[in-house]
């Protein structure tokens, strides 16, 4: 006769805290990005306490932002989380400070690019911001020291939202009529600003960009060359879109907003 196991109440509490700590170290583990820092002729990793001393401006907050979860390779170092992207201090803190020993984000992408290597294949793209040129930088748009990375204040959306209206003023309005995507969804609704193949850094090109959200706008049977004879886009059928796009058919041309129409028409 095979003795089956006996299931006690210390069996079920062990084994479950026993389950929940393995959880909980799966999760810092997967929530951690392990990195290669960049590194600096003669510079040795001198921890974070050193950094705070000069640099609490930056520390004080840095312990809820996303970079925060950036750990170094090499278990020897400990808690380096500023040289994860600066690189080794201790040519930097001997020094007393200084620029040509530390690495600059602001100065050289580079620093970002060694995690985020999808960007810097886009910012290769044929239309983007101009980064590699120098004439533009990461933190321009990002403040990696707090929440998100997002430069501005409020919702992560808003946040967004300014970044872009920072530099682009002419499209902050107020407007009357302003454009709902950018209301919704904010700049990135319609532009990907590290960078693509179509112009104005736009996701998607002519008409295709606009039924990502107008498709309910249209009449059955619409089809990019034209639409249905009847509908309410019926003089474009067969020639106004095949001219130009949305925008630049001599429809709706305000996109980012109109004060005079509510179809964003100038």
Known sequence: MISRPRWTKSTFIFGG????GLVLIGCVTANRTVLAAPQIAGAKFVGTKECK???A?????FAGASHAKLALSDPKVGDTGCEACHGPGSVHVSAGGGKGNIVNPRKSPEACFQ????K????????THPVLAGKVSCVDCHDVHTGKSIRGGGAELAASTETCLRCHT???GPFIYPHGAIREEGCVACHNPHGTVNDKMLVARDANLCLRCHLADVTPGFNIGGYKSGGAHANAVGAR???GTCWSAGCHEDVHGSNVNASIRP
């Open 53 to 55: 001393q000069c640099h």
């Open 170 to 172: 002419q499209q902050a």
């Open 57 to 61: 401006d930056q520390t004080d907050h």
């Open 120 to 127: 810097r294949g886009e910012m290769s793209l044929p239309h």
């Open 241 to 243: 879109l095949s001219e």
């Open 115 to 118: 995690c985020h290597l999808d």
């Open 17 to 20: 805290t026993a389950i929940w």
